[in-house]
């Protein structure tokens, strides 16, 4: 957990995931409960809140990832000044992004980023697990071998230390990927012999795992090995207690939308990055 930082001459307080759903505005908020738990799958080593922004969240990993460096809002109240949180991440050098619902009403604080809306799915773990079904397309498609493990594999870990911040040294950056790839209570990491490759995060939130990272090699693409990851780490899933998946896809990728579709997954809701627009303070 990283120190405490002082934003305005208003501090950010350390916080642990169990602490977020009792601080939330309403805890039952199902939106909210699962934004939370979509957290706890990729937990940063700065997580902390403020009473300046009640009710956010503030992550920050070396830059990996836009939902590990970014405000979270997981409810529909997004406060009037963000400029608290533009100053945190003006002072790490990095853009200050937070990720809000769709259904929050427009702040004058928040832009729009280019990026597409993303679509935040779930499925029962039993649904996704399931045997692939004849004539179900991609989905259906047997025989492809899946080979899962407790720790991510080096390309993985290299792929995501890619994306650290300008200037960090690249053992440095392997390191902080391996921590954010392991930050959560149990995870799994699928593979497969032309190259794919798929995470498993266990939450310890609402019985939820959630399934990210999945990569085929454009070569590979189109022979069921997306979905046989995802069946395979939904059975991972469900051994160690899991009763729902969870992932995000960006609303404009549609054969990733429709490999999850086959396989179960309904959208739950939507969110999407905004710049915020705060001066920093």
């Not at 836009?66 to 608290?84: E, G």
Request: aromatic share 4%; glycine share 10%; with cysteine.
């Amino acid at each position: 957990m990283s120190a405490v930082n002082p934003v305005g001459g208003r501090d950010w307080a350390p916080l642990t995931v169990g602490e977020l759903i009792p601080r939330l505005p309403e805890p039952d908020d199902p939106v909210a409960v699962l934004e939370i738990a979509l957290l706890a799958a990729w937990r940063p080593d700065a997580l902390a809140g403020s009473g300046a922004l009640p009710g956010c969240v503030l992550r920050e990993h070396a830059g990996m990832t836009k939902r590990a460096n970014s405000l979270l809002v997981p409810t529909r109240r997004v406060p009037a000044d963000l400029s608290p949180a533009a100053g945190f991440y003006a002072r790490r050098r990095l853009p200050a992004l937070a990720m809000v619902r769709a259904d929050a009403p427009a702040a004058s604080s928040l832009a729009p980023t280019p990026d597409p809306r993303v679509l935040v799915m779930t499925a029962p773990v039993e649904v996704v697990a399931a045997p692939p079904r004849r004539g179900a397309g991609g989905a259906g498609r047997p025989g492809v071998a899946v080979a899962l493990d407790e720790d991510p594999s080096h390309d993985l870990i290299a792929r995501t230390a890619g994306r650290a911040r300008p200037g960090t040294s690249g053992e440095e950056a392997r390191l902080l990927a391996r921590r954010l790839l392991t930050s959560a209570p149990a995870q799994r990491f699928a593979s497969t012999p032309a190259g794919g490759a798929g995470r498993l995060a266990v939450t310890g939130i609402d019985g939820v795992a959630v399934l990210d990272g999945l990569f085929v090699p454009p070569r590979a693409r189109r022979r069921g090995e997306a979905s046989a990851m995802a069946r395979a780490l939904a059975g991972a899933a469900g051994a160690l207690g899991a009763r729902t998946m969870a992932l995000e896809v960006e609303r404009d990728n549609a054969p990733a939308v429709a490999c999850y579709l086959a396989l179960g997954f309904r959208t739950h809701h939507e969110h999407l990055y905004c710049a915020v627009l705060g001066a920093p303070a």
